[in-house]
């Protein structure tokens, strides 16, 4: 047998007649698609592949955060409107009653929803986003193409980080303004709850980032769609456990001081509106702190007065976060959870220059 | 085959491949070169390393020990992940991609697409372009999956069991496409398959694994004539004193009949009717005894490599 290496360029002749006709169909669709590129930007390369592939996952995402963010803006404008008639901020909630009450659930189904997100996205868009393409070998076929695995992985991360970004950032500014007009309201939301904390400002996006990153990672270790799924589960639940337990020791505590005794009405320190007390305790004369409960068994007035004096009680002392940290406890939490994030991007990629596919 | 193409560039040259799995070694110090040009049967029992060998080459896997160039490029590299084509044993698609997005895939990411003839193994089979992969016979998605693989236009084909699934008479005309393909461009084609009979029309080149190592590798011509069937009457155990000089690949014997591959280290003397061997026979003999001495011929040796050894000096 002879193989004949001459640079023929000359078209295939067994193409001939037959399918003429339907080159003809083909061109035709052709300018279609071409006067439809005109029209709208159309995607190319990897960042087509890899849009086609999740188009689905990507499409819930970003329409079910629309439809949220347009029940936020419908809650907000009726919200607003009941403050406006009710007369607030010159009239206080505490007499509205059962009225606000529904304002105020809206507010606590929400923040639940979104809590959810990272945890949903972590196990529905990380788990499955490598993990689907090494358990059915598409890995294979993409790698088996020209361009570099590591384009592959970056568009993959860049996109689902994209939908991520755009998703939860749209959800937290719509959560953040309806919460706005009645942020100094404790009733409302407790600004060091997890419903505040977690669903305002860059931590959602954070927390989801990390989340889905971390699922992706899981999938690539465990080459197994269902597998890394509930192992993702697993992560992101107790990734919302540790942040809430580690959440408020971001911000830096303010301690105050006071010298005019503890019993009297007026002794306890004018703290700022919100402020979160993370200690309290009596003051003595040394400079010691101890306990406020400590002349609580006294069993008549004279008798604590006595057992203060003993003390040698002074005033109090008391720890507290004021609410304007939050933002930025948001922001060094976040950056926290950022770093993580850019750490398991690392990971994928070493362990994608080895081990993928 | 002309003379000249022995000082053909190497397609694919491997050196000391030994790839370790955690149940044990699948490929072992395992070496040889691929000319370019030439289309090569890769032959092996199942499990002989076939399938790790093309994925190391397809840069899937990461050998243990050893190395392949492609082109004089390791695999991974931009260029050689350009010129070479993969077709995975298990053919992978997106089950959720209609055929033509499956082909626009090979469009989007292949500077060189060859989206006419891509097309066209496409329509020889009646596939429509606008079904899913997943509603498609494991023939069509055979057929898809080649089609992806040949449009890349690549000058190293790696194919592993691409015909598996296929009916004869697609099996026939797909490898009808592949060689007139492979002609026009000058292709170079590595194959791994079970059907022996197939090999003899399309293949100029074979290696042949076994254990884990290369048993046999070269021009099919240069190894037909440097092997003999011999025939004759059985007499006694044994192998007959006259052929004791040769090089032994296999012998049996049926009934009163005695068969042996040799390869003759001299004139054949004795009682004993010489033939060539056609590729099946020593394909079946070189895959029935492992422990034949293998055989790599010069044009398939990488350097370094002693004759007929296989052996590496590190």
């Given at each position: 047998?002879?193989?004949?290496?001459?640079?023929?360029?000359?078209?295939?002749?067994?193409?001939?007649?037959?399918?003429?006709?339907?080159?003809g169909?083909?061109?035709?669709?052709?300018?279609?698609?071409?006067?439809?590129?005109?029209?709208?930007?159309?995607?190319s390369?990897?960042?087509w592949?890899?849009?086609?592939?999740?188009?689905?996952?990507?499409?819930?995402?970003?329409?079910?955060?629309?439809?949220?963010?347009?029940w936020?803006?419908?809650?907000?404008?009726?919200?607003?409107?009941?403050?406006d008639?009710?007369?607030?901020?010159?009239?206080?909630?505490?007499?509205?009653?059962n009225?606000?009450?529904?304002?105020?659930?809206?507010?606590?189904s929400?923040?639940?929803?979104?809590?959810?997100?990272?945890?949903?996205?972590g196990?529905?868009?990380?788990?499955?986003?490598?993990?689907g393409?090494?358990?059915?070998?598409?890995?294979k076929?993409?790698?088996?193409?020209?361009?570099?695995?590591?384009?592959?992985?970056?568009?993959?991360?860049?996109?689902?980080?994209?939908?991520?970004?755009?998703?939860?950032?749209?959800?937290s500014?719509?959560?953040?303004?309806?919460?706005?007009?009645v942020?100094t309201?404790?009733?409302?939301?407790?600004?060091?709850?997890?419903?505040?904390?977690?669903?305002?400002?860059p931590?959602?996006?954070?927390?989801?980032?990390?989340?889905v990153?971390?699922?992706?990672?899981?999938?690539?270790?465990?080459?197994?769609?269902?597998?890394?799924?509930?192992?993702?589960?697993?992560f992101?639940?107790?990734?919302?456990?540790?942040?809430?337990?580690?959440?408020?020791?971001?911000?830096?505590?303010?301690?105050?001081?006071?010298?005019?005794?503890?019993?009297?009405d007026?002794?306890?320190?004018?703290?700022?509106?919100?402020?979160?007390?993370?200690?309290?305790?009596?003051?003595t004369?040394?400079?010691?702190?101890?306990?406020?409960?400590?002349?609580?068994?006294?069993?008549?007035?004279a008798?604590?007065?006595?057992?203060?004096?003993?003390?040698?009680?002074?005033?109090?002392?008391?720890?507290?976060?004021?609410?304007?940290?939050?933002?930025?406890?948001?922001?060094?939490?976040a950056?926290?959870?950022?770093?993580?994030?850019?750490?398991?991007?690392?990971?994928?990629?070493?362990?994608?220059?080895?081990?993928?596919? | 085959?002309?003379?000249g193409m022995?000082?053909g560039?190497?397609?694919?040259?491997?050196?000391?491949?030994?790839?370790?799995?955690?149940?044990?070694w699948?490929?072992?110090?395992?070496?040889?070169?691929?000319?370019?040009?030439?289309?090569?049967?890769?032959?092996?029992?199942?499990?002989?390393g076939?399938?790790?060998?093309?994925?190391?080459?397809?840069?899937?896997?990461?050998?243990?020990?050893?190395s392949?160039?492609?082109?004089?490029?390791?695999?991974?590299?931009?260029?050689?992940?350009?010129?070479?084509?993969?077709?995975?044993q298990?053919?992978?698609l997106?089950?959720?991609?209609?055929?033509?997005?499956?082909?626009?895939?090979?469009r989007?990411?292949?500077?060189?697409?060859?989206?006419?003839?891509?097309?066209?193994?496409i329509r020889?089979?009646?596939?429509?372009?606008?079904?899913?992969?997943?509603?498609?016979?494991?023939?069509?998605?055979?057929?898809?999956?080649?089609?992806?693989a040949?449009?890349?236009?690549?000058d190293?084909?790696?194919?592993?069991?691409?015909?598996?699934?296929?009916?004869?008479?697609v099996?026939?005309?797909?490898?009808?496409?592949?060689?007139?393909?492979?002609?026009?461009?000058?292709?170079?084609v590595?194959?791994?398959?079970?059907?022996?009979?197939?090999?003899?029309?399309?293949?100029?080149?074979l290696?042949?694994?076994?254990?884990?190592?290369?048993r046999?590798?070269?021009?099919?011509?240069e190894?037909?004539?440097?092997?003999t069937?011999?025939?004759?009457?059985?007499?006694?155990?044994?192998?007959?004193?006259?052929?004791?000089?040769?090089t032994?690949?296999?012998?049996?014997?049926?009934g009163?009949?005695?068969?042996?591959l040799?390869?003759?280290?001299?004139?054949?003397?004795?009682?004993?009717?010489?033939?060539?061997?056609?590729?099946?026979?020593?394909?079946?003999?070189?895959?029935?005894s492992?422990?034949?001495?293998?055989?790599?011929?010069?044009?398939?040796?990488?350097?370094?490599?002693?004759?007929?050894?296989?052996?590496?000096?590190?």
């Amino acid at each position: 047998m002879s193989i004949s290496t001459s640079g023929s360029t000359s078209t295939s002749t067994t193409t001939g007649s037959t399918s003429d006709g339907k080159n003809g169909t083909m061109s035709a669709t052709m300018t279609e698609t071409t006067t439809e590129a005109t029209r709208r930007p159309r995607l190319s390369g990897m960042t087509w592949l890899v849009w086609r592939q999740h188009r689905a996952a990507f499409w819930t995402i970003l329409a079910a955060a629309a439809l949220s963010v347009a029940w936020i803006v419908y809650q907000r404008g009726q919200m607003t409107d009941f403050l406006d008639g009710y007369g607030y901020p010159a009239k206080s909630l505490d007499e509205a009653g059962n009225e606000f009450q529904q304002y105020v659930d809206a507010f606590s189904s929400v923040s639940m929803g979104l809590m959810a997100i990272p945890i949903l996205l972590g196990v529905f868009l990380g788990a499955p986003l490598l993990s689907g393409d090494l358990e059915t070998g598409t890995a294979k076929l993409v790698v088996a193409q020209s361009v570099s695995r590591s384009r592959w992985l970056a568009t993959k991360l860049g996109l689902a980080a994209l939908v991520v970004v755009v998703s939860t950032t749209a959800l937290s500014a719509a959560f953040g303004w309806w919460w706005n007009p009645v942020k100094t309201e404790a009733t409302v939301m407790d600004w060091t709850s997890d419903a505040a904390f977690n669903t305002t400002g860059p931590v959602p996006v954070a927390l989801t980032l990390l989340s889905v990153f971390g699922g992706v990672a899981i999938g690539v270790v465990l080459r197994r769609t269902l597998m890394a799924m509930v192992v993702t589960f697993g992560f992101t639940v107790v990734l919302q456990l540790v942040w809430s337990y580690f959440f408020l020791s971001l911000g830096s505590s303010v301690t105050i001081h006071t010298n005019k005794g503890v019993t009297a009405d007026n002794s306890f320190p004018s703290l700022p509106d919100n402020a979160y007390v993370i200690d309290q305790s009596y003051l003595t004369g040394s400079g010691d702190l101890v306990g406020w409960s400590t002349c609580a068994g006294a069993q008549s007035d004279a008798a604590g007065e006595l057992c203060m004096k003993k003390a040698d009680v002074v005033g109090w002392s008391v720890e507290y976060l004021p609410m304007s940290q939050m933002s930025g406890m948001q922001w060094f939490g976040a950056s926290i959870l950022f770093a993580l994030t850019a750490g398991v991007a690392v990971f994928l990629f070493v362990w994608g220059r080895k081990r993928l596919v | 085959m002309s003379d000249g193409m022995y000082a053909g560039e190497p397609a694919l040259e491997a050196y000391g491949l030994g790839m370790r799995y955690r149940r044990g070694w699948a490929l072992r110090d395992c070496s040889f070169r691929l000319p370019a040009g030439r289309i090569c049967g890769l032959v092996g029992p199942n499990g002989a390393g076939k399938t790790t060998l093309l994925s190391i080459a397809a840069h899937v896997l990461q050998p243990t020990h050893g190395s392949v160039s492609l082109f004089g490029e390791a695999p991974g590299s931009a260029e050689s992940g350009r010129r070479t084509a993969f077709l995975a044993q298990e053919k992978p698609l997106f089950r959720r991609f209609t055929v033509a997005e499956t082909l626009r895939l090979g469009r989007e990411l292949n500077p060189g697409w060859d989206q006419r003839s891509a097309e066209d193994i496409i329509r020889a089979g009646n596939v429509p372009f606008d079904a899913k992969i997943s509603t498609l016979s494991g023939g069509q998605r055979t057929r898809v999956a080649i089609a992806l693989a040949f449009g890349k236009r690549p000058d190293l084909l790696l194919l592993d069991e691409p015909m598996s699934d296929l009916d004869p008479v697609v099996r026939h005309e797909i490898m009808g496409t592949l060689l007139a393909e492979a002609a026009e461009r000058g292709t170079t084609v590595l194959m791994s398959t079970h059907v022996l009979a197939e090999l003899e029309n399309v293949c100029d080149y074979l290696v042949i694994v076994s254990g884990g190592g290369v048993r046999l590798a070269g021009d099919v011509d240069e190894l037909m004539s440097v092997h003999t069937l011999v025939t004759g009457a059985k007499e006694g155990d044994g192998v007959p004193a006259d052929l004791a000089h040769h090089t032994l690949v296999e012998s049996r014997t049926s009934g009163r009949q005695f068969t042996a591959l040799i390869r003759p280290e001299g004139p054949v003397t004795g009682p004993w009717e010489t033939d060539a061997p056609n590729m099946e026979e020593l394909l079946l003999a070189y895959l029935r005894s492992p422990d034949a001495p293998p055989l790599i011929t010069p044009t398939a040796q990488v350097q370094g490599q002693a004759y007929g050894t296989g052996a590496v000096a590190a």
